[in-house]
Every structure is written in C-alpha cells, then in structure tokens.
C-alpha cells in the first residue's frame, strides 16, 4: 500500500519561500508520478507541479511557473516542491499525490493515494 506522507507548510510574509516533502512509501519498482495540489478556502483544488520517478519528466502550472520548483531525492523517496517569492493568493492546504500511471499530468482523477495536506499560509 503506497502512503505519503507531507511536511514543510507553514506561515510565512509575502516574498518568502518555503519547501515543502512528500515522502512516499510501500511503492516498491516501476515508473510513477508525484503531483503536488493545492486547495484554498472556497475554492476547488488545482494542480500545482508533478515530476515522474524518474526525474526526466517534471511540469509546472502557469499560475506558479518561475517560482515554483519540483525535483526528486529518489534516495531518500522524497518529492520537494520549492516555492519562492511566495505570495499571499498561494495560501492553500497543499497535498501531495500518487499517480501509479505515471502520466505526467496534473488531473486529479490520475492520482489515485493521496497525503494528509500541509498548509501554507502567506500574509501580506
């Protein structure tokens, strides 16, 4: 059984950065994606960034593109999504998920295991 497992949220002033992990276990060999997803207070939940196993193949949304960044310690089975220049419009619950498909795209019905969320909070 595949679990995932988030840390890093946290509250931070306009303009700083956080990183975020997901940890993921009980997936023993094969090609998977991890995508990262956020959902604010209201409103539906949305894709981030997603990078496959492999680390060759990463995508980030435009809404986060040049701040965000995603990257894989495949050592460690950890997914880091880096965000910088954060402002107050990413405060969100932010999850991490499993896409045993590994088909780098960020639908969440591709995603089938699904991590705890960590939140994120920017104040201005």
């Known amino acids: 059984e595949v679990q995932l497992v988030e840390s890093g949220g946290g509250l931070v002033q306009a303009g700083g950065s956080l990183r975020l992990s997901c940890t993921v276990s009980g997936f023993t060999n094969g090609d998977y994606v991890i995508g990262w997803f956020r959902q604010a207070p209201g409103k539906a939940r949305e894709g981030v960034s997603c990078i496959s196993n492999s680390g060759g193949m990463r995508f980030v949304a435009d809404s986060v593109q040049n701040r965000f960044t995603i990257s894989i310690d495949n050592a460690r089975n950890t997914v880091y999504l880096q965000m910088d220049s954060l402002q107050p419009e990413d405060t969100a619950v932010y999850y991490c998920?499993?896409?045993?498909?590994?088909?780098?795209?960020?639908?969440?019905?591709?995603?089938?295991?699904w991590g705890q969320g960590t939140q994120v909070t920017v104040s201005s």
């Open positions: 998920a499993f896409n045993p498909n590994a088909q780098l795209m960020l639908s969440i019905r591709a995603y089938d295991t």
